[in-house]
């Protein structure tokens, strides 16, 4: 056999042996991984062998960057970038072995680089140039309203408007589209001179609005957006501290639900800080949960009625150390902070194995760095399954360390019966490019016309995004 033949069979055996090293954590195979590994090696040993007997050196030299250049080039044509780390993250190695995993990927693919539509009277700022996202297939992203400075907090009013919390402008707007075109005609201020507006719900058909010491009331009954006054109805939260805002949603026990951030700055020793507080009707604040580091997302399960909730936890250990989580909170739960992270591992300086175990595990741990927000469950959506049985979780990013886990929407996929598969889908990312943020995704609420509405405080925005919608069935004549 001529020498350029030999070559080529034995460069071919090399490339095939580092393609299956590079495949080893692309496959998601219903097997152990580590026959793939042993198939790889004897590849590669046998390739680099045969090459370098057969034709020396100089054949090696050769060989070994073709076989790695025609290796990596294979696994980019079968598994793009944007699949790997912009769409698919399974926090749980079982979700690779999971049919309904496998589902999704083929619902969800290809990855489609969108370029948001921003009307004219939009482009400003961070709009003044075209903004591009890697998302999923089927989803829609569209600019709702710009111009909303360091907009934060999200609620649906009576009539279907958008309230949103602007901190530094210590206002809370709202939103209004007129003719239902998707696109906002009119805002409108509903209260101002606040103390750092943050979390917002409707409670009692009225508006509360957490601020950063107390929770206020926005008095308009008869819903025409004209606020008649501002009450505060309680003054029970802790000093502000760094952490000064809260998330703040009504349980389904009919009360209003609170949460306190471990602000540094604050009295370390009042027991509302790093809590989950939950409001009686005079305003005053029980404790319900406690360990939640930054809790700024909270959110009640459509069926069994639980409180979920997100935790954005320290940096004290180092920046790839502390998992962020998604927690079901129960009454009196403990969740582990200051003494405890991850899956109830002591902290070296403070925690003692005893009260880790006493603690409750979160539900789903996420990359540290994540700094998850908002939460939103998906029944309300205007949408196909599995997009009703979802729960969203806005990643907002952390300007700090790598700055690569966050700056996209989750969705984390529910059993028939409500619970958590145990791992989460990147539906929306591109934020942040080559580390560089422009926007930073925030809080998440399901509007009156059934699409998803996510905050930006970046980039002073709110998106509309509009999943796949059900097919409406035709009556036979």
Not at 52 to 71: D, E, Q, T, W
Not at 185 to 205: F, Q, T, Y
Not at 428 to 455: E, F, M, N, R, T
């Amino acid at each position: 056999m001529p020498l350029i033949f030999r070559f080529l069979l034995y460069a071919s055996l090399l490339t095939a042996g580092v393609f299956a090293s590079m495949a080893v954590s692309h496959l998601e195979l219903p097997f152990s991984t580590s026959w793939l590994w042993f198939v790889s090696t004897f590849l590669i040993g046998g390739g680099l062998a045969l090459v370098g007997k057969n034709c020396g050196r100089g054949g090696l030299f050769v060989a070994i960057p073709i076989a790695v250049l025609s290796a990596h080039a294979l696994i980019g044509q079968i598994w793009p970038p944007e699949i790997k780390h912009n769409i698919f993250r399974a926090f749980h190695q079982v979700a690779k072995r999971d049919a309904d995993y496998r589902n999704l990927r083929e619902q969800l693919t290809p990855v489609v680089r969108q370029t948001l539509a921003v009307p004219e009277r939009f482009r400003r700022g961070t709009f003044v140039q075209d903004r591009e996202l890697l998302v999923a297939q089927g989803l829609k992203v569209e600019v709702y309203a710009t111009g909303l400075v360091d907009a934060y907090g999200l609620a649906v009013g009576h009539n279907g408007e958008l309230f949103v919390s602007l901190p530094n402008l210590g206002r809370v707007v709202a939103l209004i589209d007129v003719d239902e075109d998707g696109l906002v005609d009119e805002i409108k201020v509903v209260a101002a001179r606040l103390d750092r507006p943050s979390g917002l719900a409707m409670w009692n058909d009225q508006l509360y609005v957490a601020t950063a010491q107390q929770i206020s009331r926005i008095d308009d009954p008869d819903h025409d957006l004209l606020t008649e006054r501002v009450d505060v109805f309680s003054r029970d939260l802790p000093e502000a501290g760094d952490h000064w805002a809260h998330a703040l949603v009504v349980g389904s026990d009919g009360a209003l639900y609170v949460s306190v951030g471990a602000g540094e700055g604050s009295d370390a020793q009042d027991w509302r800080l790093a809590s989950v507080l939950r409001m009686d009707e005079q305003g005053y604040s029980h404790s319900f949960a406690a360990g939640l580091h930054h809790c700024l997302g909270l959110a009640v399960h459509p069926q069994s009625g639980s409180l979920w909730a997100s935790d954005d936890s320290p940096e004290t250990l180092g920046f790839d150390v502390h998992p962020d989580e998604l927690n079901v909170l129960s009454t009196d739960g403990d969740y582990g902070w200051p003494y405890c992270y991850g899956d109830r591992i002591p902290d070296p300086k403070l925690g003692l194995h005893g009260i880790c175990q006493t603690t409750r595990p979160s539900l789903l741990a996420l990359p540290a760095l994540s700094s998850p927000r908002g939460l939103a469950f998906g029944h309300r959506l205007h949408a196909t399954q599995p997009f009703r049985s979802m729960v969203y979780v806005a990643l907002h990013g952390s300007r700090s360390g790598k700055m690569i886990q966050g700056f996209r929407l989750m969705g984390v996929p529910l059993t028939d019966s409500g619970r958590a598969s145990g791992w989460g889908i990147d539906l929306i990312s591109g934020w942040s490019v080559a580390g560089v943020p422009w926007g930073q995704p925030q809080q998440l609420v399901v509007g009156k016309d059934g699409a998803l509405y996510l905050s930006d405080p970046l980039a002073g925005a709110v998106y509309r995004i509009r999943l796949p919608e059900p097919v409406a069935s035709v009556d036979p004549l």
